[in-house]
């Protein structure tokens, strides 16, 4: 059974840092690609990055004020946000691509981080 679980949300006021985590664990024989989204009130769910292959890709209007990291010996990947803006406000999940223990691929969702920006 494969876990992925999102950690490090919270309030940060606006101008300031949070990082999330995204953690996999469970029966992983690879991870194919990791990616974030974030999926504010009344709006739908909206990429923001991908790791794959140790390459990051972004959404253009993302990089610069968001950084992803990952360390692989964890099976975490991080999202570093800076700046932060109410708009910013949303839920903020995680997805994994993995490769179990039985050799087949598939997605796995975690629940979300919170995320809120507000003096």
């Known amino acids: 059974q494969v876990q992925v679980v999102e950690s490090g949300g919270g309030l940060v006021q606006p101008g300031g840092s949070r990082r999330l985590s995204c953690a996999a664990s469970?029966?992983?024989?690879?991870?194919?690609?990791m990616t974030w989204y974030r999926q504010a009130p009344g709006n739908k769910r909206e990429l923001i990055g991908t790791?794959?292959?140790?390459?990051?890709d972004y959404v253009n209007d993302k990089q610069g004020r968001f950084t992803m990291t990952q360390d692989n010996a964890k099976n975490t990947v991080y999202l570093q946000m800076n700046s932060l803006k109410p708009e910013d406000t949303a839920v903020y999940y995680c997805?994994?691509?993995?490769?179990?223990?039985?050799?087949?691929?598939?997605?796995?969702w975690g629940r979300g981080t919170q995320v809120t920006v507000s003096s």
């Open positions: 469970g029966d992983i024989s690879s991870i194919n690609a």
């Open positions: 997805k994994a691509v993995i490769q179990g223990g039985d050799f087949r691929v598939r997605d796995y």
């Open positions: 790791i794959r292959d140790g390459m990051i």
